[in-house]
């Protein structure tokens, strides 16, 4: 059996306890967990009322960092923030640099600041931890402190009961998507390299817009 088969299969496997939405007792126990630990909560029904809440937040003119991910774009909230021009975008700031190995440093720098940062995590435990997986670590520096404001769109079906259950949710299901996704868009499969936890954080730093419905990876 080749490792790509493998890898579809172990997602499969798991597909139904990782990808469904939870039950809105266990979203409340999680929303109370997080806002003890720092972290501000708005939980809405879909995708569309969780776009119109994170541009509520953010006001036009603002430095704005994207981190790739699936439930941004499948909300519009990439393009909206890169594409509109009502914003000022740091991904299209730093890709101009992108392929210069003399501007590689400059490029990490403007990518490690923003005024906001917007993506989402790969895991919510019910006790108020958040867990973020990532191959190169690219968006790990705004969230875990550079920028001013993060902003997490999060599909219910990624709270776990554990930070044990967290991990193993991202080793046997979320990985394995993304790395089909990597190859698709890429053309070479990604790596889980890098894995960022969250027990606490400075008061009103990180807002976590939870969608009752599952969306993401």
């Known amino acids: ?29 999680a929303t109370k967990a997080l ?20 541009e509520n937040l953010i006001p036009a003119g603002s430095e704005v960092f994207t981190a790739t ?14 594409e509109s021009g009502k914003y000022v975008s740091v991904r299209n700031k730093f890709m101009e640099l992108y392929g210069q190995p003399d501007k590689s440093v400059e490029m990490k720098r403007i990518g490690s600041g923003a005024d906001y ?13 958040v867990v ?11 969230y875990a402190y550079g920028a001013s404001n993060v902003i997490w769109v999060v599909g219910s079906q990624k709270i776990v009961k554990d930070l044990a259950e967290g991990l193993q949710r991202i080793e046997d299901y979320t990985f394995h998507l993304e790395d089909e996704r990597a190859k698709a868009a890429y053309g070479t499969g990604s790596s889980l390299n890098k894995l960022l936890i969250y027990r606490q954080e400075p008061a009103g730093r990180v807002t976590i ?7 993401g990876f």
Do not use: C, W
């Not at 579809?8 to 409340?28: D, K, L, M, N, P």
């Not at 973020?132 to 705004?142: C, E, K, W």
């Not at 817009?209 to 969306?215: A, D, M, R, T």
């Open 1 to 29: 059996m080749s490792k790509i088969t493998t890898n579809v299969g172990r997602a499969a496997t798991y597909s139904t306890r990782f990808s469904q939405a939870t039950s809105y007792s266990e979203i409340q126990k």
């Open 35 to 54: 806002e003890n630990h720092g972290f501000k909560v708005k939980v809405v029904d879909n995708l569309i009322d969780a776009k119109e809440e994170v």
């Open 69 to 82: 991910s699936r439930t941004l774009e499948k909300s519009g909230l990439d393009k909206e923030f890169n």
């Open 117 to 129: 940062a917007v993506g989402s995590v790969h895991a919510v435990t019910q006790d108020g931890q």
């Open 132 to 142: 973020v997986a990532s191959a190169s670590g690219s968006q790990l520096p705004n």
């Open 209 to 215: 817009i939870l969608v009752k419905e599952p969306v």
